[in-house]
């Protein structure tokens, strides 16, 4: 590759790797994409990250093969890293502890040493993808970057290591690391095992005659949840400062999973009524009564968080940051494309 700026980011083949290469292309980037797996990946995602400035080369690396990742890291020496390479999925983090911490803390640290060891650190600014759940319960209390943390399961957990080793990394050795505490950002390249993109294919595919009805948990947690187009444009930003720092990414507004749902049948043109307690609340068809949503139990969780806000006024002050997209114009939006994608 020529001598553009350079980026690396992990975990490329996912939804916020797609908004963030083709941000990065459109800046005339370098983009050295990585991800397990490239071989069987749908390039579809991607299919936006083309540009006639930028260039884009992906590589088959796991995070976790140190030494793959050292060769790469060795010859790329890149401007920028956006280490986006997680295991994501709360409920998995149960089920796989130890695969969790793997991937999301010790690979994350060993990335961060390595930039060290390799002698880069005057040169690669590293952004670490955080989230919202190291702070735990909240209460509905608005988090900021100084609120307590508080990891209520694997993943929580395995972010906050990756949090405490890079923070203590950047004072040891002067590395330019930001975190990015990100609150729950969608689109329409979500994967399905996270609520939004699940509701969303399931308002589609019932306005395309689907009879079974969608089967949820807990539908009144409340969740801060913003467009991944707008929080990539948050990492970059905060890897052009002067000063490295850590920075909340939110909308400052957060709603229901049943909110979520009613609007987004609304938009494939279905309007529910609630009936029912409990276990036995279902949601029906206002004018069919067909009975659309309905609850199940495996889906609740241990250690729920009932509800996450953040406050990203620091973000907004110190990077000119905002969030562009409002929570009805993103759930539209998904629904429309999943509505496309079924017709
Ligand atoms: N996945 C899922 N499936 N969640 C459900 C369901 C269901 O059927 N029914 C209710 N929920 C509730 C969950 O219990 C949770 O409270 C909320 O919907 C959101 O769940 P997810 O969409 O799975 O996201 P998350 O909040 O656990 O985590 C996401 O956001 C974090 C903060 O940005 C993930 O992207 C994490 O990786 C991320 O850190």
């Given at each position: 590759?020529t001598?553009?700026r350079?980026?690396?980011?992990?975990?490329?083949?996912?939804?916020?790797?797609?908004y963030?290469?083709?941000?990065?292309?459109?800046?005339?980037?370098?983009?050295?994409?990585i991800?397990?797996d490239?071989a069987?990946?749908?390039?579809g995602?991607?299919g936006?990250?083309?540009?006639?400035?930028?260039?884009?080369?992906l590589?088959?690396?796991?995070?976790?093969d140190?030494?793959?990742?050292?060769?790469?890291?060795?010859?790329?020496?890149?401007?920028e890293?956006?280490?986006?390479a997680a295991?994501?999925?709360?409920?998995?983090?149960?089920?796989?502890?130890?695969?969790?911490?793997?991937?999301?803390?010790?690979?994350?640290?060993?990335?961060?040493?390595?930039?060290v060891?390799?002698?880069?650190?005057?040169?690669?600014?590293?952004f670490q993808a955080?989230?919202?759940e190291?702070?735990?319960e909240?209460?509905?209390?608005?988090l900021?970057?100084t609120s307590?943390?508080?990891?209520r399961?694997p993943y929580?957990?395995?972010?906050?290591?990756a949090?405490?080793?890079s923070?203590?990394?950047?004072?040891?050795?002067?590395?330019?690391?930001t975190?990015?505490?990100?609150f729950?950002?969608?689109?329409?390249?979500?994967?399905?095992?996270?609520?939004t993109?699940k509701?969303?294919?399931?308002?589609?595919?019932?306005?395309?005659?689907?009879?079974?009805?969608?089967?949820?948990?807990?539908?009144?947690?409340?969740?801060?949840?913003?467009?991944?187009?707008?929080?990539?444009?948050g990492?970059?930003?905060?890897?052009q400062?002067?000063?490295?720092?850590?920075?909340?990414?939110?909308?400052?507004?957060?709603?229901?999973?049943?909110?979520?749902?009613e609007?987004?049948?609304?938009?494939?043109?279905?309007?529910?009524?609630?009936q029912?307690?409990?276990l036995?609340?279902?949601?029906?068809?206002?004018?069919t009564?067909?009975?659309?949503?309905?609850?199940d139990?495996s889906?609740?969780?241990p250690?729920?968080?009932?509800?996450?806000?953040?406050?990203?006024?620091?973000?907004?002050?110190e990077?000119?940051?905002?969030?562009?997209?409002?929570?009805?114009?993103?759930?539209?939006?998904?629904?429309?494309?999943?509505?496309?994608?079924?017709r």
């Amino acid at each position: 590759m020529t001598d553009k700026r350079s980026a690396l980011v992990t975990g490329v083949t996912g939804q916020d790797g797609a908004y963030l290469v083709e941000l990065l292309l459109g800046k005339g980037y370098a983009v050295h994409g990585i991800a397990r797996d490239v071989a069987a990946f749908d390039h579809g995602r991607l299919g936006n990250a083309r540009s006639d400035a930028g260039e884009f080369r992906l590589y088959n690396c796991d995070i976790t093969d140190e030494a793959g990742l050292r060769e790469l890291v060795a010859a790329i020496r890149p401007d920028e890293v956006y280490n986006l390479a997680a295991q994501s999925h709360v409920p998995t983090s149960l089920a796989e502890p130890h695969r969790t911490i793997e991937i999301n803390a010790t690979a994350a640290v060993s990335l961060l040493k390595m930039i060290v060891d390799l002698g880069l650190q005057g040169r690669t600014r590293f952004f670490q993808a955080s989230s919202s759940e190291v702070f735990g319960e909240a209460s509905g209390s608005v988090l900021t970057e100084t609120s307590p943390m508080r990891p209520r399961n694997p993943y929580a957990e395995s972010k906050y290591q990756a949090y405490l080793a890079s923070t203590r990394l950047r004072t040891e050795t002067g590395l330019f690391v930001t975190n990015g505490f990100l609150f729950n950002h969608e689109s329409p390249f979500r994967s399905p095992a996270f609520v939004t993109r699940k509701i969303s294919l399931a308002a589609a595919s019932h306005a395309r005659g689907e009879r079974a009805p969608l089967r949820l948990g807990n539908l009144d947690v409340r969740r801060d949840w913003g467009h991944a187009r707008d929080y990539v444009a948050g990492m970059w930003l905060s890897l052009q400062r002067r000063e490295p720092g850590d920075y909340i990414f939110s909308t400052g507004e957060n709603h229901s999973v049943r909110e979520f749902v009613e609007l987004a049948f609304a938009t494939a043109g279905r309007k529910i009524r609630w009936q029912g307690e409990g276990l036995h609340e279902a949601g029906y068809d206002a004018d069919t009564a067909e009975r659309l949503v309905e609850i199940d139990p495996s889906f609740f969780r241990p250690n729920e968080i009932s509800a996450t806000l953040g406050d990203a006024s620091k973000a907004r002050h110190e990077l000119q940051w905002r969030p562009r997209t409002d929570f009805a114009e993103l759930v539209r939006e998904m629904v429309v494309s999943d509505l496309d994608r079924t017709r």
